[in-house]
């Protein structure tokens, strides 16, 4: 390309050769979009299966989990990404909670240093500071690999932490914090909660429609606005409907706020359906270019792949109403054969399982029978791993689940996969027309209808049932209102950047609205809910800083030197050093900040528990590392993303409280973690596959 | 014309080892210098001395009349001298303009709020790029995802945008083909026309005639000379390069069997 053209571009338009990439092109290509998809689905599926997931009681836990296990993920995604490990840093929080409890025990016969907070919080700082210095400067100057040297430090810090405590405590447990001199000042530092119970808002449900419902009008208004090509006059008529159908979707809403009857609830239901479809057409309209009619032409392939993915979705509902019935006791099969029907799915799902995959596997290996016979040894070996490693898969799997959650995975799998074929579908009906790709979507919405009727009418968690009821009745409309559109209206195949602009900050502002509704929400009860006496909830300051050190994280990366530099000595340390980056100090900085977040995470411990363990914090590390690479951080450096190390941390924290929610056996959960871990690296490569190609 | 780098008789010692030794040339503003020689002419060493990495241990080296020895990259570089590494040019993983401007990003606010100016950055990485004649679609685009000639231009690009007086290109061409080693020789010359002083290193005496004004012949350590372009038809290049190798492996058969006749 470079070597036919000499033309200077203009510098600051965008280039005519730059391949257009449309909306949902433009989100694939972000690192943390996997996990972020990973998250929803994760949650989504303990929440169906536990309720506790559905309230503000089950998720402020598993805040509290991912919050400390976040501030070290985003740490040494930061580390990761510059290249090195640091398998001291789990040992490292427990060792610098602990020094600073010493510091500030009482001096006597086995008493500790006896400082005040005031000075041993800044000593521990040091130490931390320290540490990290120590671990840097040693992998910098022998150059041995950062997995020997601070595996060094783990075991020495390991050493230390508990040598030390009964040296001088002459315990393993080390308390209590709350003796220092200064606590009640830095308490509400490391150590505020809120408590749910004790903060009543009653207009909380109306914050938390308004921001969630006007959230979710920005973003789908954002993303018309990145997707549809602008006219270059106007029509005020399509801003009339547009408005009128705004209108109609709050009186809708208020409707549904106001009454209680089933039948007002269908009729608000009505209203908002057809008040939200004469709004997107009328934004449509208003804004956007028609584009020529043409003939309806479905291809026969995407009219297979449609009936195909109705049945899978159909196959779902019937096996979870079958599954029900069994379990209420009804027509199909007895009560007690609930038992015998998982005993007896388990070994033909396990051999089904095997088969398919030793069958996919040799396919997919190209052998032939009566080939070359060095060619079919490898493929029966692969035949064996992969269906073996399948059939052990599907075994572990029915006997980590309960029955509820074999039906939701069997449910879900298959739900899943079936909406994955209608959504090939229109991607195969679009090649060919528009319109035909509008009837595939209008498939999806009515299949997405006909699900959130079944979840209401078979779920076992109420909550869930009519949230979810709701949320895919919403979703239905946007996709019947976004095929309409997409029929008639054109698409922009060019750069706009004032579109671009406008839509980004509507989608901003809608994640916005919606985070604020939904924290309005878990932060606060209304009378009537502690009329009902729900149980008390706590929300921990830990939380904030969370959320502090990923966004200072995601900024320092995006937009500092620093974080150019980081990616450099990651991605290629000998270039970055002859271009004049200094990769040592980069390199020994950040072991630095790995060690001051251990030291964060350390107090904020030590300020929650009072009194830690010596043991605290050990084998932590891969669970840091784990979150780091879930969240899309490449493992050989050079790659990643803060924010996704942080949805990393909830994906982990999600996993490990759900499994015990879900009333699983959770002595298998590590097994669980580890799966996670594997389908989150390949899902990424192959995203990230997906998104060098479409660059 | 004044000369932008002047060596006189540098040398360079690894223990016993005589890396280079008597090497003098000039380096010309808004010429292209280049320097041949077969593998282990001494042509890395070279390289290494004049972009800080080693220090020569005799001879003199004048940078604008004035002595100097450099201890190390960065050194060279403030000074205006810099080098691109066949290898070493450009962090693949990261986009262009980051590569670009990596180690001298441009800034605004003060510290602690200080932060890169991506918008600024993005739009004179590609004005620097465009008005060097390199056509890149997207300063976004990760430099892994560009052609080894596009990668070498980039490098070359960056360079002369940070204000460097000497450019030094080791063996630009040699993993790249015949069209990409002539989109890199294309770029060479536009640094020489923007008035650097090139020195381009390189074994292949058809890359190196082209793009060359003056050109040093490098062999065991040792200069074989000075050219001027007129003074110096191509064919004779070729046969000096060609005969340069054949000497050696003549001297050595020489050596070894004077030895072996010694013994018996």
């Known amino acids: 390309m470079s070597d036919a053209t000499v033309a200077a571009a203009p510098a600051d338009s965008d280039d005519e050769r730059l391949a257009y990439r449309g909306v949902f092109q433009r989100l694939l290509v972000r690192p943390e979009i996997g996990a972020i998809i990973g998250a929803a689905a994760i949650w989504a599926f303990f929440w169906a299966v536990a309720e506790e997931f559905g309230k503000a009681g089950g998720i402020l836990p598993v805040l509290a989990v991912a919050s400390t296990l976040g501030i070290m993920a985003v740490a040494v995604s930061l580390l990761m990404i510059g290249g090195e490990f640091d398998l001291s840093s789990g040992a490292a929080t427990g060792t610098l909670g602990i020094v600073t409890i010493l510091l500030v025990k009482d001096v006597g016969e086995l008493g500790g240093a006896g400082l005040s907070l005031w000075i041993a919080i800044p000593l521990s700082f040091i130490v931390a500071l320290g540490l990290g210095f120590f671990n840097g400067t040693m992998v910098e100057r022998t150059g041995l690999p950062s997995f020997i040297v601070t595996l060094a430090t783990f075991f020495i810090l390991r050493g230390f932490k508990l040598g030390f405590s009964k040296l001088i405590i002459d315990n393993i447990t080390v308390g209590r914090i709350d003796e220092g001199h200064g606590y009640d000042f830095w308490v509400k530092i490391f150590g505020s909660t809120w408590v749910r119970n004790d903060h009543q808002f009653e207009a909380r449900d109306a914050v938390y429609t308004i921001g969630l419902l006007g959230g979710i009008t920005l973003i789908v208004l954002a993303v018309y606005e990145l997707n549809y090509l602008r006219k270059e006059r106007f029509n005020p008529a399509g801003l009339g409907i547009f408005v009128a159908g705004l209108a109609g979707l709050v009186a809708g809403i208020a409707v549904m706020h106001a009454g209680d009857s089933t039948g007002s609830n269908w009729i608000a239901g009505a209203i908002i359906a057809v008040s939200g479809l004469a709004a997107a057409t009328g934004l449509a309209t208003w804004r956007y270019e028609l584009q020529p009619t043409e003939a309806i032409s479905m291809p026969s392939g995407a009219a297979a792949e449609v009936g195909g993915g109705v049945a899978l979705v159909a196959l779902g509902f019937l096996s979870a109403w079958q599954l029900d019935q069994g379990m209420d006791g009804g027509i199909a099969l007895g009560q007690d054969s609930v038992l015998d029907l998982v005993g007896f799915l388990r070994w033909p799902l396990v051999v089904f399982g095997g088969l398919l995959a030793s069958y996919a596997a040799f396919v997919k290996s190209g052998a032939k029978i009566g080939g070359d016979l060095n060619e079919q040894l490898h493929a029966i070996v692969r035949l064996l791993t992969v269906g073996g490693a399948t059939a052990f898969g599907v ?40 319109t035909a790709k509008s009837i595939v979507q209008l498939v999806i919405a009515a299949s997405t209808v006909a699900l959130a009727f079944f979840i209401r009418n078979q779920s076992g968690t109420p909550k869930f049932r009519t949230e979810v009821f709701t949320i895919l009745l919403v979703v239905a409309m946007v996709i019947v209102g976004w095929a309409l ?76 030197k620093f974080g150019s530099w980081i990616f450099a000595v990651g991605g290629n340390k000998d270039a970055a050093r002859q271009i004049g980056v200094p990769a040592a100090r980069t390199k020994t900085q950040l072991f630095m900040i790995v060690s001051v977040a251990a030291w964060l995470v350390g107090l904020l411990l030590a300020f929650r528990l009072n009194t830690l363990q010596s043991g605290t914090g050990n084998g932590l590390e891969f669970e840091y590392i784990i979150a780091a690479v879930v969240g899309g951080t490449f493992l050989t450096g050079g790659y990643g993303s803060a924010f996704g190390a942080s949805i990393g941390a909830f994906i982990m924290a999600m996993s490990k409280q759900g499994i015990p929610a879900a009333r699983w056996n959770s002595d298998w959960r590590f097994a669980f973690l580890g799966v996670i871990l594997l389908a989150a690296v390949i899902a990424n490569n192959f995203i990230r596959t997906k998104a060098e190609a479409s660059r | 014309m004044s000369s932008l780098i002047e060596l006189d008789n540098i040398g360079k010692f690894y223990g016993n080892i005589i890396a280079l030794q008597g090497v003098t040339t000039e380096v010309h503003a808004g010429e292209v210098t280049c320097v041949l020689g077969d593998n282990g002419a001494g042509k890395s060493t070279f390289i290494k001395i004049l972009a800080g990495v080693h220090q020569h241990d005799e001879g003199v080296m004048k940078l604008e009349g004035e002595d100097v020895s450099f201890g190390s990259p960065r050194e060279a570089l403030d000074r205006g001298i810099a080098a691109v590494y066949q290898d070493l040019a450009m962090v693949p993983l990261m986009s262009v303009w980051r590569n670009f401007f990596l180690g001298a990003e441009p800034t605004k606010g003060t510290w602690p709020l200080r932060w890169v100016d991506v918008a600024k950055a993005k739009s004179v990485a590609k004005a620097e790029l465009a008005q060097m004649g390199i056509d890149i679609r997207d300063t976004e685009q990760p430099v892994g995802t560009l052609s080894g000639g596009e990668r070498q231009s980039v490098a070359i690009a960056r360079a002369v945008h940070f204000g460097a007086k000497v450019l030094i290109l080791d063996e630009p061409t040699s993993a790249l083909g015949v069209k990409q080693s002539g989109v890199v020789l294309k770029y060479t010359l536009a640094a020489r026309d923007r008035g650097l002083g090139v020195i381009f290193i390189t074994h292949n005496p058809h890359h190196a005639y082209p793009v060359g004004d003056r050109f040093m012949i490098l062999n065991r350590g040792k200069s074989m000379g000075n050219f001027a372009k007129a003074d110096l038809p191509r064919d004779e290049l070729v046969r000096m390069m060609a005969g340069g190798a054949e000497l050696d492996q003549l001297t050595h058969e020489l050596e070894s069997s004077e030895r072996g006749g010694g013994g018996g």
């Not at chain 1, 008639?488 to 994640?511: E, H, N, P, Y």
């Not at chain 1, 919606?514 to 809910?529: H, N, P, Q, S, Y």
Request: charged letters at 15%; proline letters at 1%.
């Open chain 1, 395 to 434: 075994y572990s799997f029915m006997f980590m689940a309960t029955e509820e959650g074999l039906r939701a995975i069997l449910f879900g799998a298959l739900v899943v996969a079936g909406f994955a074929v209608l959504a090939i579908a229109a991607h195969t009906a679009g090649r060919t027309s528009r």
């Open chain 1, 485 to 560: 559109t997409n029929a008639r209206f054109t698409s922009r195949r060019v750069q706009d950047a004032d579109a671009d602009k406008l839509g980004s900050r509507m989608a901003i502002g809608g994640l916005l609205a919606g985070f604020v509704g939904l924290g309005i929400k878990l932060l606060f009860t209304t009378d009537a809910e502690i009329a009902a006496g729900i149980p008390r909830a706590q929300f921990r300051v830990e939380f904030l800083w969370f959320v502090g050190v990923t966004a200072l994280a995601t900024f320092v990366l995006g937009r500092t």
